[in-house]
Structures are given as structure tokens and as C-alpha cells.
């Protein structure tokens, strides 16, 4: 049997993703910092500055800032998918 042939395609997920500029993705609101809500992702923390979000709401979001180094970011909401009620 061939090894490569049979983990063609085999991709690990990581626990800190890296995010683009402008990148949109859904998520949810596990935490509130200082009175922002923030987005956990693995070990990725995604801030959304300037919202009002309960945490455990499901949200679309839109990345502003990230800095690969530190797996942190800044993304703008936007919209609530789900609402935690």
C-alpha cells in the first residue's frame, strides 16, 4: 500500500486560524472584555469593537485588524445571526 496515495489530502485544522483583511466568517460571542464582545476561534481572539452583542450570539463578522504573531484581531459585526433568547 502506498502511504502518500493514502493521506493524499489529509489536512490538519489548527487551533489559531489565521484571518485576512476583510475576511467575513460566522461565529460565536464567547466573552465580553471591558464591554466588548469578543469572538473565540481556537485560540484566536477576535475582538468587535463598538458592539453590543450577549455573549453565546451567533455572528457574522467581517476581520479588521489581525495580527498573526499574537492571534489576535479586531472585526466589525456584521449581523446577528442567532440570538442567544
Not at 493521506?7 to 485544522?13: C, D, S, T
Not at 460571542?29 to 464591554?35: A, E, F, N, R
Not at 481572539?45 to 485588524?65: I, K, M, N, Y
Request: avoid cysteine; glycine fraction near 10%.
Amino acid at each position: 500500500m502506498n502511504v502518500r496515495k493514502f493521506l493524499a489530502g489529509i489536512e490538519f485544522r489548527t487551533n489559531r486560524p489565521r484571518f485576512e483583511l476583510g475576511d467575513e466568517h460566522t461565529g460565536f460571542v464567547t466573552g465580553v472584555d471591558s464591554g466588548t464582545p469578543l469572538i473565540r476561534i481556537g485560540d484566536t481572539v477576535l475582538r468587535l469593537e463598538g458592539a453590543s452583542v450577549p455573549v453565546d450570539a451567533q455572528v457574522h463578522f467581517r476581520v479588521t485588524a489581525f495580527d498573526d504573531a499574537a492571534s489576535t484581531g479586531e472585526a466589525e459585526l456584521v449581523e446577528i445571526v442567532a440570538d442567544p433568547d
